[in-house]
Protein backbone atom coordinates (compact mmCIF):
# COMPACT_ATOMS: atom_id res chain seq x y z
CA UNK A 1 0.00 0.00 0.00
CA UNK A 2 1.25 3.03 -0.73
CA UNK A 3 2.74 5.83 2.01
CA UNK A 4 0.01 8.35 1.66
CA UNK A 5 -2.45 5.66 3.70
CA UNK A 6 -2.17 4.67 7.16
CA UNK A 7 -3.58 1.33 8.32
CA UNK A 8 -4.93 1.05 11.61
CA UNK A 9 -6.59 -1.45 14.01
CA UNK A 10 -10.31 0.26 14.53
CA UNK A 11 -13.43 0.37 12.91
CA UNK A 12 -14.43 3.76 11.12
CA UNK A 13 -17.12 6.13 12.59
CA UNK A 14 -20.75 5.50 11.85
CA UNK A 15 -20.86 8.45 9.11
CA UNK A 16 -17.78 6.78 7.29
CA UNK A 17 -19.03 3.42 7.58
CA UNK A 18 -22.58 4.85 6.13
CA UNK A 19 -20.67 6.91 3.32
CA UNK A 20 -18.54 4.21 2.06
CA UNK A 21 -21.17 1.35 2.04
CA UNK A 22 -23.07 3.48 0.02
CA UNK A 23 -20.12 4.95 -2.35
CA UNK A 24 -18.88 1.49 -3.01
CA UNK A 25 -22.36 0.16 -4.37
CA UNK A 26 -23.01 -2.15 -0.83
CA UNK A 27 -26.72 -2.19 -0.15
CA UNK A 28 -26.91 1.36 1.68
CA UNK A 29 -27.66 0.27 5.61
CA UNK A 30 -29.49 2.60 8.28
CA UNK A 31 -27.78 4.21 11.45
CA UNK A 32 -29.56 1.98 13.40
CA UNK A 33 -28.61 -1.07 11.52
CA UNK A 34 -24.75 -0.01 11.86
CA UNK A 35 -24.67 1.14 15.65
CA UNK A 36 -24.46 -2.43 17.23
CA UNK A 37 -21.61 -3.59 14.55
CA UNK A 38 -18.78 -1.64 16.09
CA UNK A 39 -18.28 -3.14 19.38
CA UNK A 40 -19.63 -6.36 18.51
CA UNK A 41 -17.45 -7.31 15.72
CA UNK A 42 -14.30 -9.45 16.21
CA UNK A 43 -11.89 -7.15 14.75
CA UNK A 44 -12.15 -3.77 12.21
CA UNK A 45 -9.45 -2.17 9.44
CA UNK A 46 -9.94 0.89 8.46
CA UNK A 47 -7.41 3.05 6.19
CA UNK A 48 -6.95 6.92 6.39
CA UNK A 49 -5.90 8.67 3.80
CA UNK A 50 -2.69 10.66 5.61
CA UNK A 51 -3.24 14.05 4.32
CA UNK A 52 -6.94 14.18 4.38
CA UNK A 53 -7.58 12.27 7.95
CA UNK A 54 -10.31 10.72 5.75
CA UNK A 55 -10.96 7.37 6.23
CA UNK A 56 -10.80 5.63 2.82
CA UNK A 57 -11.32 1.81 3.09
CA UNK A 58 -12.49 -0.85 5.97
CA UNK A 59 -12.73 -4.32 6.54
CA UNK A 60 -14.18 -6.51 9.55
CA UNK A 61 -14.22 -9.97 11.09
CA UNK A 62 -16.95 -11.58 12.78
CA UNK A 63 -16.46 -14.25 14.90
CA UNK A 64 -16.97 -16.99 17.42
CA UNK A 65 -13.53 -16.76 18.81
CA UNK A 66 -13.52 -20.10 18.42
CA UNK A 67 -13.73 -21.58 14.69
CA UNK A 68 -14.93 -19.50 13.09
CA UNK A 69 -15.16 -16.54 11.20
CA UNK A 70 -16.92 -13.97 8.76
CA UNK A 71 -15.08 -11.42 6.92
CA UNK A 72 -17.40 -8.24 5.65
CA UNK A 73 -17.50 -4.98 5.00
CA UNK A 74 -14.65 -4.77 2.65
CA UNK A 75 -14.80 -1.74 0.84
CA UNK A 76 -12.27 0.85 0.25
CA UNK A 77 -13.53 4.71 -1.60
CA UNK A 78 -14.03 4.48 -5.03
CA UNK A 79 -11.74 8.10 -5.40
CA UNK A 80 -8.99 5.29 -3.67
CA UNK A 81 -9.34 2.00 -5.45
CA UNK A 82 -6.66 -0.13 -7.13
CA UNK A 83 -4.09 1.21 -4.92
CA UNK A 84 -3.58 -1.87 -2.61
CA UNK A 85 -5.77 -0.53 0.74
CA UNK A 86 -8.44 -3.56 -0.11
CA UNK A 87 -5.02 -6.11 0.06
CA UNK A 88 -3.96 -4.72 3.03
CA UNK A 89 -7.13 -4.34 4.93
CA UNK A 90 -7.64 -7.92 4.32
CA UNK A 91 -4.13 -8.84 4.74
CA UNK A 92 -4.33 -7.34 8.18
CA UNK A 93 -7.14 -8.95 8.86
CA UNK A 94 -6.06 -12.56 7.79
CA UNK A 95 -2.83 -12.26 9.86
CA UNK A 96 -4.91 -11.33 12.65
CA UNK A 97 -7.02 -14.28 12.54
CA UNK A 98 -4.32 -16.98 11.62
CA UNK A 99 -2.46 -15.28 14.90
CA UNK A 100 -5.26 -15.55 17.16
CA UNK A 101 -7.38 -18.23 16.46
CA UNK A 102 -7.19 -22.03 17.32
CA UNK A 103 -5.52 -24.02 14.34
CA UNK A 104 -7.50 -24.26 11.25
CA UNK A 105 -10.29 -21.44 11.67
CA UNK A 106 -13.07 -21.35 8.86
CA UNK A 107 -12.99 -18.38 7.19
CA UNK A 108 -15.59 -17.30 4.75
CA UNK A 109 -16.96 -14.32 3.41
CA UNK A 110 -19.52 -13.73 0.11
CA UNK A 111 -17.77 -12.00 -2.52
CA UNK A 112 -19.17 -9.73 -4.84
CA UNK A 113 -17.45 -9.12 -8.19
CA UNK A 114 -15.46 -6.32 -7.42
CA UNK A 115 -13.76 -8.15 -4.58
CA UNK A 116 -13.05 -11.91 -6.39
CA UNK A 117 -10.28 -10.92 -8.22
CA UNK A 118 -8.58 -9.46 -4.75
CA UNK A 119 -9.80 -12.67 -2.69
CA UNK A 120 -9.11 -15.48 -5.32
CA UNK A 121 -5.28 -13.90 -5.14
CA UNK A 122 -5.22 -13.97 -1.56
CA UNK A 123 -6.31 -17.62 -1.09
CA UNK A 124 -10.08 -17.94 -1.29
CA UNK A 125 -11.50 -20.22 -3.06
CA UNK A 126 -15.29 -20.91 -4.51
CA UNK A 127 -16.64 -23.45 -1.84
CA UNK A 128 -19.10 -24.35 -4.46
CA UNK A 129 -20.18 -27.33 -5.37
CA UNK A 130 -19.57 -28.38 -1.98
CA UNK A 131 -21.34 -26.01 -0.09
CA UNK A 132 -22.96 -22.67 -1.42
CA UNK A 133 -23.74 -19.23 0.07
CA UNK A 134 -27.28 -18.84 0.93
CA UNK A 135 -29.01 -15.96 2.21
CA UNK A 136 -32.98 -16.25 3.77
CA UNK A 137 -35.10 -13.98 1.33
CA UNK A 138 -39.01 -15.67 1.95
CA UNK A 139 -40.50 -12.58 -0.15
CA UNK A 140 -37.88 -10.75 -2.09
CA UNK A 141 -34.42 -10.47 -4.23
CA UNK A 142 -31.17 -11.24 -1.86
CA UNK A 143 -29.06 -8.63 -0.43
CA UNK A 144 -26.17 -8.02 1.29
C1 LIG B 1 -13.11 -4.98 -3.48
C2 LIG B 1 -12.43 -3.68 -3.07
C3 LIG B 1 -12.60 -3.49 -1.57
C4 LIG B 1 -10.94 -3.78 -3.42
O1 LIG B 1 -10.34 -2.61 -2.90
P1 LIG B 1 -9.04 -1.95 -3.55
O2 LIG B 1 -8.50 -1.02 -2.52
O3 LIG B 1 -9.34 -1.38 -4.87
O4 LIG B 1 -8.13 -3.23 -3.73
P2 LIG B 1 -6.59 -3.27 -4.12
O5 LIG B 1 -6.14 -1.98 -4.70
O6 LIG B 1 -5.84 -3.75 -2.92
O7 LIG B 1 -6.59 -4.35 -5.25
C5 LIG B 1 -6.23 -5.65 -4.93
C6 LIG B 1 -6.41 -6.52 -6.15
O8 LIG B 1 -7.80 -6.71 -6.38
C7 LIG B 1 -7.98 -6.81 -7.79
N1 LIG B 1 -8.87 -5.72 -8.21
C8 LIG B 1 -9.22 -4.64 -7.47
N2 LIG B 1 -10.08 -3.88 -8.17
C9 LIG B 1 -10.25 -4.51 -9.35
C10 LIG B 1 -11.02 -4.20 -10.50
N3 LIG B 1 -11.80 -3.11 -10.60
N4 LIG B 1 -10.97 -5.04 -11.55
C11 LIG B 1 -10.20 -6.15 -11.50
N5 LIG B 1 -9.45 -6.48 -10.43
C12 LIG B 1 -9.47 -5.67 -9.37
C13 LIG B 1 -6.66 -6.79 -8.42
O9 LIG B 1 -6.15 -8.11 -8.44
C14 LIG B 1 -5.89 -5.98 -7.44
O10 LIG B 1 -4.52 -6.18 -7.48
P3 LIG B 1 -3.65 -5.32 -8.56
O11 LIG B 1 -4.09 -3.88 -8.48
O12 LIG B 1 -2.25 -5.54 -8.07
O13 LIG B 1 -3.93 -5.92 -9.89
C15 LIG B 1 -13.00 -2.48 -3.85
O14 LIG B 1 -12.97 -2.77 -5.24
C16 LIG B 1 -14.41 -2.09 -3.46
O15 LIG B 1 -14.64 -1.37 -2.49
N6 LIG B 1 -15.39 -2.57 -4.26
C17 LIG B 1 -16.79 -2.18 -4.05
C18 LIG B 1 -17.36 -2.81 -2.79
C19 LIG B 1 -17.32 -4.33 -2.87
O16 LIG B 1 -17.85 -4.92 -3.78
N7 LIG B 1 -16.68 -4.93 -1.85
C20 LIG B 1 -16.53 -6.35 -1.77
C21 LIG B 1 -17.72 -6.96 -1.14
S1 LIG B 1 -17.55 -8.74 -1.05
Same mark, same amino acid.
Given at each position: !? %? ?11 ? /? /? *? &? ?6 ? &? ?11 ? $?? +?? !??? @??? $??? +???? %?? !?? =???? /? +????? &? ?10 ? =????? =?? %??? $???? $? ?7 ? #? *?????? /???? @???YQ? !?GFVET??? +????? *?????? #???
Amino acid at each position: !M %VRRYLLEHNAPDI /D /D *Y &LRLRADTG &LTPKTAKQAEPIF $EN +SW !MWV @RAI $EKD +SGQT %VG !MG =RVIS /D +SGWCC &LIADMATDPAHQ =RRGIG =RA %VLE $ELLS $EILTSAPDN #P *YIVLLA /DAPG @RPLYQS !MGFVETAPH +SIGMQ *YVPDKT #PTQ
